[in-house]
């Protein structure tokens, strides 16, 4: 009997039912909020590069907080060194240290640091990227690997990937309007239940579509 | 009776047809061939600047051909500097010299000026968009007006409008492939019997998409 077949898109819309059952009893009714923000060039320092750049047992200092829980942007500061001498300068760390040490550039900055190819990566696939020479108060590292342009990603809890009916590792669309207007094609969906709806766009991305014009934005599938 | 009536669409259809059958004897049967380009930061002169910012009666010295028949990048460069005394230097001048100034620069050069909220015009359309001041090498011009960011368009002549089915201010969308894929979804189209097929976009929009890393492009409708 038909009645009996329950396929994979019947599975989808049931699931999103109960999610946005749940969305209108904890949400008074609204759909998830999606925050759309732009990461400017930062690193990610591991415990190791710490001592080195900025002496022994250093601690990152809290400058502000960042929209994920838990993450903050540090006050500690350093300088990379491309493969031609070029350097960026005042390279904020984000908090909190991780286990290892990552460099996040734009395009546009990796270029002026003569680094044409630079990987487009998920944070933490540093496997096989180019390295860079880091410069801190204390001391210099450097780094085998670990500077990336990182891949479009949004953020979201289980109930908000039920809500749009993804899973981890899917993409997604994020349309921006008004008239630098352009769909991002690639948005890789990072679930985690501690994580809050949040797409993070790297300077590139927000000034190719003018992204403090706008209120216009759509995310889907 | 029906098979009097010719809609719009049909007559589009009919048009196109028209014009492949036009592309097919004069390309042998291929569709037009589509360049992307990136263009950098750059100012179009005006003879009384160019008098003023290197001296009278002077001319641009060819550098390089660009892709549209009879534009080139000078040799001629000038300094330009923002409102809140922030300046790039070395902007190349494009020829042939035009009836009014302009300096087209991407979000990020804007931002990098000062000029947070440049507008997003077609080349030309400078009507009440910001100044800046001009240095060059035998004087300082004050423009009134004509800091742009370029909106994304592309060029193509009519036959080439014809196999699109798309008319002068239209707009099309250009997808790029690739990791940082993304889709342009206001791509002005300009036509001009001198034009050859061939987007343009700024830095921010090539370093966005990553441009240089990929040859999966479609232009369509």
Do not use: W
């Not at 944070?123 to 880091?134: E, F, K, N």
Request: with cysteine.
């Amino acid at each position: 009997m038909a009645s009996a077949v329950i396929d994979r898109s019947m599975v989808e819309q049931i699931v999103r039912q109960v999610a946005l059952e749940y969305l209108h009893k904890s949400q008074n009714g609204k759909a998830p909020v999606l925050t759309v923000q732009t990461s400017s060039r930062h690193m990610h320092i591991c415990r190791e590069d710490m001592d080195v750049l900025f002496g022994p047992g250093s601690e990152l200092t809290f400058d502000r907080p960042l929209f994920q829980e838990g993450n903050f942007a540090a006050r500690e500061m350093v300088t990379v060194v491309g493969p031609r001498n070029r350097l960026i300068s005042n390279l904020r760390i984000l908090g909190p240290m991780r286990n290892a040490s990552q460099v996040e550039l734009a395009f546009t900055d990796a270029i002026m640091l003569g680094i044409n190819d630079i990987p487009i990566r998920l944070s933490g696939d540093i496997a096989d990227t180019p390295g860079a020479i880091i410069i801190g108060p204390k001391g210099v590292v450097e780094l085998k690997q670990g500077v990336i342009r990182a891949a479009i990603h949004v953020h979201m809890n289980p109930t908000e990937a039920a809500y749009f009916g993804v899973s981890q590792g899917d993409r997604m669309k994020l349309r921006i309007g008004g008239e630098a207007g352009l769909t991002f094609n690639n948005v890789h969906v990072r679930i985690d239940p501690a994580s809050r709806l949040n797409v993070h766009l790297d300077t590139d991305e927000a000034n190719a579509c003018g992204l403090h014009l706008t209120k216009d934005i759509e995310l889907y599938k």
